[in-house]
């Protein structure tokens, strides 16, 4: 098709040309931008804003003001900066599951995949089977197991670190949230990674690297693991939103996020009480969960189309 | 094909047994404890109530006597919260979860479906665009902002429908409506990636080089394997459903199985946990076993392969 | 007037890297119940050009610029639209593809992938139309056809599901059949067997055919017209006969000498040097400058493209010097 000086050129700089793809991409480039700028005023400009949890009974339900952006809820806290703060929780939740699942999930597949035979199989084997079991039910469970430990690491830090309470608080909140989710999300990933491996360790570079003297894990983590990155990416970024969205739904049941702190789930909630007096309190935290898990959704469409071998042949 | 399936319902076997450990074993490591519903409880009547649903017993007499009772003697063992039969409060919940599951499961097929096979078909047109954007809405939106918006901008002005409750046939749409979005916006998008696949295939080049029109190369030539992607969906996405009956149940005050086991954690009631868990675990893997025979009748190759081994 | 005239056929490909110009003004033609072959590396825009004359590649990409494709003394195959087009495919112009494990339709029994050309175009009921498919299956050397019909193609081999393509494609007794490339994906045994079948298939049915592919050995055998095509144009064309005992464009000869057979035993094997030129950029002068080693490259046309002439009754070449010394 094309001559060999570009057949190289797309082997050695297979990221860059991805990133020239996804440049292309007006979706995805609007996606970073918007998750961008998510975090920044979740994880920076809330610094600056009013405190989330300051109750003031008397200004319940303003509208929106040179003092409260958009208003208050129904005990007059600022509502602007509870959804900044809600978004800490909500974003770390889908970074740092995903970060688990993802560590676990390449592990496990990348094992499962280069050993092969029959313990490739066993390890299938009970990722098919717990791939059947309702997920969010074990979450549910998992997460009312772990929640006593958070409180007592809480007490612990609080005692021995002296850190802020409330900060303290806001974070060892979510912590068994954060553990049941990653624990149970690296399903997709391990098989993923097993397939991905399973093919590369036929490839002539595997062999190369074996005859020079490297042995078997070497080879797996050296070699084969950073060629798997690709789908790896992909799925990942597809699974962020995918966490925000059960920290969502657990915190709606009263099983996440405990009052008075905050996050997306909870801020819905408690806005969907009010939605005929007062809608704007579902209806902005509604909007900016809905915007976030819209560019994270793109963003990993856009890698995925950007990253995917297959489809940048035509 | 019967070999499948008795294969595949052993192998749902095995599922329900490590659902069955996993739940039991968390349940136990629960902090708390149950009977706490009625305060000022002494210590002996505490230890009399342990005797009576058994948790006295050792650890691993506990985790085998369950199954057993179950076996032999159809008992789910008592609620420690409710104080009725496990079964019973199953009996009574389950038609309800079972008519919004499957009404959801209808409203994502009959949305889904078409709407990805539309988009296939119109790849890269304002239809297409339009379609996987709406599906993204579905997947981004969750259902418990869709559920509060349905209920008070339609609910409330249309005739006939009920803002929340549980009695007449029309008390069923909206419910299901809310819960059956988001599976519908999965089930587009698996359905415009599996028609694309299949339409990009040599095979459809051969039809259309014996004169075959477009609209029977759709139907005829590319929507059995196109769909293959979305009926291996189904058995996931009625597990999907039901982690959204939870919180569908709860907007909408269904008497559905979901809030049960809601409730079951918060009151630490683990036979009721262990109860819905299972039964949900078990209509799973029915759904998973309906999914698979339903992809060996459309694709000859699964078909042959389970029979040759 | 040949059944089919095709007359400076262009299709272009639109894409993300630019226009690749694929066929750049082809010209052939078949008579009734001959054969042509056209003949070419991969990427040379042999198998392009007969998808363009059936409508069968993806628009966008691929676009038809100029040509006509003039059938039958009446009809326009590039012009007709697709409700025509549609009569003629399957009816009168069969097709068979390279490869026979991808080409048929998995989900689908073998009869009614076979019956569906009769039922569309003849309207024949289901009935009479299967017994017409186990005749033709019968016909192509399938044995049990009244059995096997009822499978799936997965339970047949490649060479199998090749024969099950031929009878698919002549089961409405077309006039011209289009095989692109029908031997590459078999096994060498099974290749000759399949090229016998095509033959008599041919001369019992009195079916025109043309014959893609890139081996120049499968042409020897069977066809009577051959076509040498290269960066989407054809360098050369003659009757077998003359191509085999005079070839004049030095691609030509470098095919020619690059066959295996034709090399002197315990010598390094000849292949042409390097890759056909990039598509998407403008050619200027001869595309094979620069893999022309058999002739003289220095004398090769470098400004203008060379154009086709008949330098001998019959025999015409792309008009290079340096490609023709």
């Known amino acids: 098709m094309t001559n060999q000086i570009t057949d190289t050129e797309a082997g050695t700089s297979l990221w860059k040309d991805s990133w020239l793809r996804m440049r292309k991409n007006r979706i995805a480039v609007a996606s970073i931008i918007v998750f961008s700028i998510t975090c920044f005023f979740c994880f920076i400009v809330a610094w600056f804003c009013k405190d989330p949890n300051q109750v003031n009974l008397a200004n319940k339900f303003s509208g929106p003001s040179s003092e409260h952006w958009i208003g208050t809820d129904a005990l007059g806290r600022d509502l602007f900066s509870r959804i900044l703060y809600g978004g800490q929780v909500s974003i770390l939740v889908g970074l740092i599951a995903t970060t688990v699942s993802v560590t676990i999930g390449i592990i496990y597949g990348a094992l499962a995949g280069f050993f092969g035979g029959k313990i490739d199989s066993i390890m299938m084997r009970v990722v098919d089977t717990l791939f059947s079991i309702p997920f969010l039910m074990i979450v549910i469970v998992l997460q009312a197991v772990l929640s006593e430990w958070s409180r007592e690491t809480s007490v612990w830090i609080v005692s021995n670190l002296n850190w802020d309470k409330g900060f303290t608080d806001r974070i060892t909140n979510v912590l068994p949230l954060f553990f049941a989710l990653g624990l149970l999300g690296w399903l997709t990933l391990a098989r993923i990674v097993r397939a991905q491996v399973m093919s590369l360790k036929e490839r002539e570079f595997v062999e190369a690297a074996t005859s020079l003297g490297l042995t078997k894990l070497t080879v797996l983590f050296r070699h084969i693991i950073p060629n798997t990155l690709g789908p790896t990416v992909v799925y990942a970024t597809l699974s962020v939103p995918g966490f925000i969205m059960y920290e969502a739904t657990l915190s709606y049941l009263g099983l996440g996020v405990e009052s008075p702190n905050s996050s997306w789930g909870i801020l819905i909630k408690e806005g969907a009480n009010y939605l005929e007096t007062n809608s704007q309190l579902l209806i902005f935290p509604g909007i900016i969960f809905s915007i976030t898990l819209f560019a994270l959704n793109f963003l990993g469409d856009g890698l995925r189309d950007a990253l995917d071998v297959r489809a940048s042949k035509d | ?309 | 007037m040949s059944l089919l005239e095709v007359n400076n056929l262009k299709t272009y490909f639109h894409t993300r890297n630019g226009i690749v110009r694929a066929v750049d003004g082809v010209s052939f033609s078949v008579d009734k119940g001959k054969t042509i072959g056209i003949v070419g590396e991969s990427g040379s825009g042999k198998s392009v050009s007969c998808y363009s004359l059936l409508g069968l590649l993806p628009m966008p990409p691929a676009k038809i610029e100029d040509g006509e494709a003039i059938f039958d003394r009446s009809t326009d195959l590039l012009s007709c639209g697709e409700k025509v087009l549609r009569t003629i495919r399957g009816k009168k112009i069969g097709m068979i593809f390279q490869d026979p494990m991808t080409s048929l339709n998995p989900y689908m029994r073998i009869a009614d992938q076979i019956i569906e050309p009769l039922c569309l175009h003849m309207k024949m009921d289901k009935e009479k139309a299967l017994k017409e498919a186990i005749h033709a299956l019968d016909e192509v050397g399938i044995p049990e056809p009244d059995n096997r019909i009822n499978m799936y193609p997965h339970e047949f081999s490649g060479g199998m599901r090749q024969r099950v393509m031929i009878a698919m494609a002549l089961i409405t007794n077309p006039e011209i059949l289009i095989a692109d490339e029908p031997t590459t994906a078999l096994d060498v045994t099974i290749q000759k067997q399949i090229l016998d079948l095509i033959q008599t298939r041919q001369k019992e049915l009195g079916t025109a055919v043309i014959f893609i592919t890139h081996d120049l050995a499968v042409i020897s055998e069977i066809c009577e017209e051959v076509n040498i095509m290269y960066a989407g144009r054809i360098v050369e064309k003659t009757d077998t006969k003359s191509l085999f005992r005079t070839p004049k464009h030095a691609y030509t000869r470098s095919l020619l000498k690059s066959i295996p057979a034709n090399q002197v035993k315990g010598e390094k094997l000849y292949t042409i040097p390097g890759l056909p030129p990039d598509t998407s950029q403008i050619i200027r002068g001869c595309a094979f400058r620069e893999r022309n080693q058999i002739g003289d490259q220095n004398e090769c046309l470098t400004n203008s493209r060379p154009e086709f002439k008949e330098i001998e009754p019959g025999h015409w070449v792309q008009n290079c010097p340096g490609c023709l010394s």
């Open chain 2, 1 to 309: 094909m019967l070999r499948f399936i008795i294969n595949r319902l052993l192998q749902g076997l095995l599922v329900l047994f490590a659902l069955y450990t996993i739940t039991f074993f968390l349940a136990k490591a629960m902090p708390g404890e149950p009977f706490t519903t009625e305060k000022n409880i002494s210590e002996e009547a505490k230890a009399y109530q342990r005797a009576i649903y058994g948790l006295d017993k050792s650890l691993f007499e506990q985790y085998l006597r369950y199954p057993i009772n179950i076996l032999t003697k159809g008992s789910f063992a008592l609620s420690t919260s409710k104080g009725r039969p496990v079964e019973d409060i199953i009996a009574q919940s389950f038609p309800n979860s079972l008519i919004l599951g499957l009404s959801a499961l209808g409203i994502a097929i009959c949305i889904g479906v078409p709407l990805g096979v539309i988009s296939a078909i119109r790849k890269n047109s304002w239809v297409d665009w339009g379609a996987m954007s709406i599906a993204m809405i579905g997947i981004c939106v969750p259902a418990f902002t869709v559920g509060p918006l349905l209920q008070i901008y339609i609910a409330s002005h249309l005739p006939g429908l009920k803002v929340a409750g549980w009695g007449s046939p029309a008390d069923i749409i909206l419910p299901a409506l809310t819960l059956g979005l988001t599976t519908a916006a999965y089930l587009a998008r698996l359905t415009r990636g599996g028609m694309l696949e299949i339409l990009s295939q040599d095979f459809i080049r051969t039809a259309k080089a014996k004169g075959v029109p477009s609209n029977k190369l759709i139907t005829k030539h590319a929507l059995r394997g196109g769909l293959l992607p979305a009926i291996a969906f189904i058995g996931p996405s009625f597990a999907a459903l039901i982690s959204g009956s939870f919180i569908v149940e709860t907007i909408f005050q269904v008497p559905g199985m979901g809030q049960h086991f809601v409730n079951a954690v918060i009151a630490r009631d683990e036979f009721l946990l262990l109860g819905v868990a299972l039964f949900f675990g078990f209509l799973i893997v029915i759904m998973n076993l309906a999914a698979d025979i339903l992809t060996g009748i459309m694709d000859p190759r699964v078909r042959l392969g389970s029979n040759q081994k």
